[in-house]
């Protein structure tokens, strides 16, 4: 059986106030006659406007919500992680300055 998301499922899993971080790469939840769908690459805000963060062309489609990438929110938490490893091997806890 395949399961499909609801609209509201979907959008709980998306941020729909305040801004974005401006210099992150973005998920980007819309929302047309059809229904709602993620866009398959990553996005960024850029001076109010929504755009492709490879290609940097504008988003035309009707944006409902956003999320930090999928990548960038690993790539972000594996740099903390390593770099707390590299701090607990110079003897530091993660986090003190070195």
């Known amino acids: 059986m395949i399961h499909v998301a609801t609209r509201q ?4 899993a998306f941020v729909h106030e305040g801004e974005p971080p401006a210099d992150g790469l973005l998920e ?11 866009l398959p690459f990553a996005c960024r805000s850029e001076s109010g406007d929504w755009t492709n963060a490879e290609t940097g062309a504008r988003i035309e489609a009707s944006v409902v919500g956003w999320r930090v990438h ?10 903390k992680k390593r770099s707390d490893e590299h701090a607990s091997l110079r003897g530091k806890k993660p986090n003190e300055k070195i």
């Open 9 to 12: 499922q979907r959008m709980d």
């Open 28 to 38: 980007l939840l819309c929302e047309d006659h059809v229904g709602t769908y993620v």
């Open 70 to 79: 999928e990548t960038e929110a690993r790539h972000r938490s594996g740099m």
